[in-house]
């Protein structure tokens, strides 16, 4: 099934989700991709916690903060969001629309596409050992997107920041679970490591110093990972195998849209913020043009302007009249305001 929008917003970072709420104020409806599991960009995942200084009128906003400003700012338009999946693929058909197609198999058909992917998607670290590919998302799994498969099952865990630390002790709840570290000394919060030590202590989590060395197939649903720690190498079978070293970020699919590329970046016009392909935008750190900042208020202008011409390719009888939030009672309406 292809579900229908007028515009698709490829990235839930700031400027994504600013675009929304521009886009909401003419009436255009979006839906919105990401790769990550939660909206923010940037903001959510790399700074959730760090306060930010030059966002016009907010003396100082967290990431975190900031990103829930503009989820409840995006609100009244009522944005759909497809997480966890990375656009793969765009197709354009003879009426000029544009179909997205993500990794999860999801079809989206719109008339304008929003390209607002940061330095592009945030994807895992993976182990560096070749001719495993075959085993992910079967015994390695990169992010627990179902929890239940992991019941009762035997899963060796490896990294020492949050998600290592937060998926071990929600796991240990319903399966045998190994953390494995390279020491014994995490940079996951001092919550969560308390709470790893006191289930250690009780037995219901194990844990190992090492490094991965190998991973072989066992043919029989196992694995075998072999771990290394100083000169020792151990064997030891598992289920599943969950690597949990970090994201990186990746121009990923994005490079081959055959769109004009600078450097990894789109190049774009400064009056609408288009690619070199109609009805295609870019906004944010994405893009470039001469004397582009990457800074979260260029990417809100950006979208301002964007969305002006996007009204054009959506309605492209209706005459687009310029009007304040402060005094149009039209878009007060669309923002609830009692
Ligand atoms: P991003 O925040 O990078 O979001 C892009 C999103 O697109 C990501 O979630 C990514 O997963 C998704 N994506 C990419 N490709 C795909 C795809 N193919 N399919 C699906 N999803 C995809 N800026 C300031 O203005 N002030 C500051 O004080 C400031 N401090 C910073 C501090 C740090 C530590 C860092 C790292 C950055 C800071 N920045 C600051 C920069 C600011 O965070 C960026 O300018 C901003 O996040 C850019 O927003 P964006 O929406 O364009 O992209």
Redesign the pocket.
Known sequence: MIEKTDVIV?????????AIFELGLLNISCHV????DK?????????PE??????PSRVSIT?QQLTEDLLAQAKPFKPVYHLE????KITKLETNEWIVE??LKKKLKAKCIV?????????PRKIPIENIEHLEEKNILYAVRNKSILENKNILIVGGGDSALDWTNELSKTANVTLMHRRKDFRAAPDSVSKMLELEKLKKVNFLLGQIHNVDDLNDGKINVSIKNSDEIKNFEVDYLLPFFGLK??????AKWGLNLQENLIEVDTEKFETSEQSIFA?????TYPGK???????FHEAALMAQQCFKYCFPDKKNVFRYTTSSKDLQKKLNVK
């Not at 490829?10 to 600013?18: C, M, Q, Y």
């Not at 970020?249 to 994005?254: D, H, K, N, R």
């Not at 900042?293 to 990417?299: D, F, N, P, R, T």
């Open positions: 490829i990235g839930a970072g700031p400027v994504g989700l600013f991709i990401d790769n990550l909206p923010g960009g940037q903001c959510a995942e790399l700074y760090k306060p930010i200084y030059d966002i990431g999946q990375q656009v793969e993500t990794s390209i607002a992917a940061g330095a592009g998607s945030f994807v970020m990746e121009l990923g699919p994005i906004i944010g750190d994405i893009n900042l990457k800074l979260i208020l260029s990417g």
